[in-house]
């Protein structure tokens, strides 16, 4: 009879393929201080996605607020807090504005992580989700024309 002393890994871990399983990603893997959301790493795709170097990103304490779409700031930033202060992992929808003036709509994935020392870190990836939602205000839009087109005509509708 055989024992097992301990997990058996398959695969050894690496720096090198941590790194390149980050950087395969078509999202932004980061990480932030929860009480300032200054980023301590975020992924090269970072750059290709906003066009901003990742030395901006890490060196600017308020880069996230300086970039949130102003419409948006408000909400995510509370939103964020409020599932900080419960110790909630978390996502949510919010745009950002790239270097070039493009308007990119996100989807955060937000993991909290206490550590044994208290400190708390967040960590996530940023999904571009924009074709998606101009999809979605498109379809809306097309609803609404009909609507009032039917309206107009007086026409109705029927399932």
């Given at each position: ?22 950087e ?7 990480e ?23 030395e ?9 607020r300086h970039?949130t ?12 807090r ?7 992992d ?12 493009r ?11 206490r550590?044994?020392?208290?400190e ?9 989700i924009?074709?998606r939602?101009?999809?979605e ?23």
């Amino acid at each position: 009879m055989t024992s097992v002393a301990g997990p058996v890994e398959l695969f050894p871990v690496n720096k090198r393929m941590y790194s390149a399983l980050i950087e395969s990603l078509r999202g932004i893997v980061w990480e932030a201080d929860a009480e300032t959301f200054q980023f301590r790493f975020v992924s090269n795709h970072a750059e290709s996605l906003l066009g901003f170097p990742r030395e901006d990103w890490l060196s600017d304490p308020e880069f996230w607020r300086h970039h949130t779409h102003p419409d948006d700031l408000a909400r995510a930033a509370a939103f964020c807090r409020d599932c900080i202060a419960k110790g909630k992992d978390h996502d949510f929808e919010y745009r950002m504005i790239a270097r070039d003036g493009r308007v990119v709509w996100l989807r955060d994935i937000v993991t909290v992580d206490r550590s044994s020392s208290g400190e708390v870190l967040l960590r996530g990836i940023m999904i571009d989700i924009t074709d998606r939602r101009e999809m979605e205000d498109a379809l809306r839009a097309s609803q609404e024309r009909l609507s009032h087109a039917q309206q107009a005509g007086r026409v109705g509708t029927f399932d």
